[in-house]
């Protein structure tokens, strides 16, 4: 059984990475996948931990072929990832998932449903997680009725802990009746766009951007002072416990195919996470960064010392195709540059990606070119981890996230790092976060 599911994992796998048309290879197999992908909206529930993660979807025909929209709403509205690489192989269709390297590979389950799995291929071993779909217009969660829904709306001061470790949140939550969307922002990005519902005195909010699944649970209790008496029955850390407070929400939060961690939240309109551009910053003595790495294009470099940069302000963009925080700053950057380079301003991408394969790393960031019509340009800095940016940057002290964005003013010395992005699933911090990168932009434009 277990070489058997082996050459099934294989097969997948060769399916999705051979998968380089819209709508698979020949009429047959553009009929096979627009057979199976009936147009219009659609209800996926992945399985994982025990848990189901419902996600929406929408299938359109364009140009006589299938096209797939993840569908995900927010605190500034509604998000459409456009999957259009979708290829038909036998009685399975492989929809690839936007700029990330990953798929829904699936097969009919009677009428109007669908059965198969989401593989994530960059991931060190390759991982499936069982998903089911079916179609027509429906709600992510079941049951919710507005008449008994508590309320959950508003700021949260907000603590995730894995068991050992610890770190700050702020959630914010909008409400309607039963329907709630939200995010939670960290010192290292968002959880970009959320919804879901109230059920009676719970709380689910879901999402599925392709490379990231997830969900949030939790339930509205009093708010109840910790003491050393009653700490076993808090659940919060240790170091958090005495002359504390269980938050008025308890729950957790469960992550792809294993990722697991509790949560607890007070409602606080004041509160605030650290000095984005405090968290990240140089080593002692040091002014500017000193690196040459491969242009995406092959047979070129990219230093900040090229004469292209000479004389202007440069924004480095650390940077992964694998990370939702990276493709939300990504969105905005590309078409910013395009309105303000002639302004003296210039971008540079760097690209940490999961392999340390040159050809398949800028194969990653190329299609994140292509995608998002990026006219700035991209290089290979290295792998997807903060020691591979310490080594590859050893002039930063301290490296705690993707994305990161160093400003250089016009002799190229860092005058700013900002740690994260509040992108667009964030509401007013997102609007602030746009203000705050032309503010520095513009005033060292004006130096």
């Known amino acids: 059984m277990k070489s058997l599911c082996l050459v099934f994992l294989a097969a997948t796998l060769l399916a999705g990475c051979n998968s380089s048309t819209t709508s698979g290879s020949g009429a047959a197999g553009a009929t096979s996948a627009a057979a199976l992908l009936t147009p219009g909206p659609w209800r996926g529930e992945l399985a994982t931990q025990g848990q189901k993660i419902p996600f929406l979807f929408e299938v359109k025909t364009e140009a ?75 709600s992510l ?37 039963a329907d709630v969307v939200g995010t939670f922002l960290t010192t290292t990005g968002d959880y970009r766009y959320l919804s879901g519902s109230a059920l009676g005195s719970g709380l689910r909010m879901s999402t599925f951007d392709g490379s990231h699944a997830f969900l949030f649970e939790a339930k509205k209790e009093p708010k109840i002072k ?72 092959q047979g070129s470099s990219i230093s900040p010392t090229d004469p292209k940069y000479k004389g202007k302000v440069v924004v480095l963009q ?8 990276c493709m939300d700053e990504t969105a905005y950057l590309a078409p910013w540059y395009a309105q303000n380079k002639a302004r003296g301003v210039e971008i540079i991408g760097l690209g940490y990606e999961r392999s340390s394969d040159y050809q398949q790393a800028a194969s990653r960031l190329q299609k994140m070119k292509q995608r998002f019509n990026i006219g700035y340009d991209l290089a290979v800095a290295g792998v997807s981890n903060k020691d591979s ?42 609007e602030e976060e746009k203000a705050h990168f032309n503010r520095t932009v513009d005033k060292l434009l004006k130096e």
């Open 64 to 138: 006589g072929k299938p096209v797939v929209y993840l569908v995900n709403k927010g605190l500034n509205g509604e998000e459409r990832l456009r999957c259009d690489e979708i290829s038909a192989a036998g009685d399975s269709v492989t929809i690839r998932l936007h700029v990330f390297d990953a798929a829904l590979v699936v097969r009919a389950d009677g009428q109007d449903k669908l059965k198969g799995v989401w593989v994530k291929y960059d991931s060190k071993t390759p991982y499936r997680v069982p998903l089911v779909a079916t179609a027509g217009a429906q």
């Open 141 to 177: 969660f079941n049951g919710a009725d507005s008449k008994d829904a508590a309320s959950f709306a508003g700021t949260w001061k907000t603590t995730f802990t894995d068991g050992k470790d610890s770190y700050p949140a702020v959630g914010v939550i909008q409400q309607k009746g």
């Open 318 to 325: 650390i940077l992964g195709s694998w990370c939702p925080n």
């Open 389 to 430: 940016v310490a080594r590859s940057l050893p002039q930063l002290a301290k490296f705690l996230g993707f994305p990161t964005t160093i400003f250089l003013d016009k002799k190229g010395v860092v005058r700013s790092i900002r740690t994260g992005f509040s992108g667009p699933g964030t509401g007013q911090y997102y």
């Open 226 to 297: 910790v003491t050393a008496a009653n700490n076993e029955q808090t659940g919060l850390p240790r170091a958090l416990a005495e002359n504390a407070y269980r938050g008025e929400l308890n729950g957790d939060y469960y992550s792809g195919k294993s990722g697991h961690e509790t949560w607890t939240a007070t409602l606080d309109p004041k509160a605030k996470l650290p000095d984005a551009d405090t968290l990240t910053y140089l080593r002692k003595g040091e002014s500017r960064l000193n690196f040459k790495f491969p242009s995406i294009v």
